[in-house]
């Protein structure tokens, strides 16, 4: 199973992290900052459906997606073309993310930036806010309901964001329970890699009123945003397609058409 296998590297990742950075010493560089995230405001504005653009080089599935992979350049790019927020991918082994990347691009971009990886201890929501992340995503199928509570405890006490990713109605029980305001369903499946926009059609009815609603994965056109915008859907993040082109300006148009 590819989550499994991406787990089990994470945790030894982790390790080999806390011995170059020490947790005291990344707490003590976290406690100078102060961090007042625009990530849940922007994307929930009203009246359209709000981008949340992402940069992403490689997955364990297609390999390369996009050769030449400039963070920067994409971001200013997405941001100019009317992103509400940024999502960079920072898994090394598995999606040739660096942490560096979220880096480089919070010190670029005016929008909010929120760090995608696979978290499983709470030092990399320290780490996070210290590469400049104003939100960070969370994944119910990997943590209990104590740690995702713990881990949305932790994020709003630095004045930060989390997106709580689920796939099924079990993982929106254990978000709800956390106590999760932003809400991203999960249109791929973690454990088989496949996708299904239709995920978000079937899931969204146990999400609360109340809640950010972002849908996530497999969204290509602008009639899959239309159809995710008429359910209720706030957000959506949409990255493969974009990565896949040579000319990202246009096909955000294309697909977002502000």
């Known amino acids: 199973m590819i989550l499994s296998k991406i787990i089990q590297e994470k945790r030894k990742e982790v390790e080999r992290t806390k011995i170059r950075l020490s947790p005291n010493k990344l707490m003590e560089k976290v406690s100078k900052l102060y961090i007042r995230s625009s990530f849940k405001k922007n994307i929930s504005r009203g009246h359209n459906i ?52 979220l880096k480089e691009v919070s010190q670029r971009v005016t929008i909010p930036v929120l760090r995608k990886d696979f978290f ?43 997106l709580c990713e689920v796939h099924n109605e079990e993982d929106i029980q254990k978000a709800l329970d956390a106590g999760a305001s932003i ?5 791929r499946d973690l454990h088989s890699f496949k996708v ?44 493969e397609v974009f990565m896949e082109t040579d000319d990202i300006a246009a096909k955000v148009r294309e697909i977002m058409r502000p």
Do not use: C, H, W
């Open 196 to 239: 299904d926009v239709v995920n978000t059609q079937r899931l969204i009815r146990y999400i609360p009123e109340n809640k950010v609603k972002v849908s996530e994965s497999g969204i290509r056109t602008y009639e899959d945003v239309m159809f995710l915008k008429s359910l209720g859907i706030n957000a959506v993040l949409i990255g």
């Open 50 to 101: 709000n981008l949340i653009a992402e940069l992403k080089k490689a997955s364990p599935i297609k390999g390369i997606i996009r050769g030449d992979f400039n963070p920067t350049k994409i971001a200013l790019t997405y941001q100019a073309q009317g992103a509400a927020a940024l999502s960079v991918l920072t898994d090394e082994r598995f999606f040739e993310g660096k942490p560096e990347y």
């Open 183 to 187: 809400i991203g369903i999960n249109n």
């Open 120 to 162: 499983i201890d709470e030092y990399q929501i320290y780490e996070s806010a210290l590469l400049g992340a104003e939100a960070i995503l969370l994944i119910a199928d990997i943590l209990t309901v104590q740690e995702l509570k713990k881990f949305l405890d932790v994020t709003k006490a630095l004045g930060m964001d989390a």
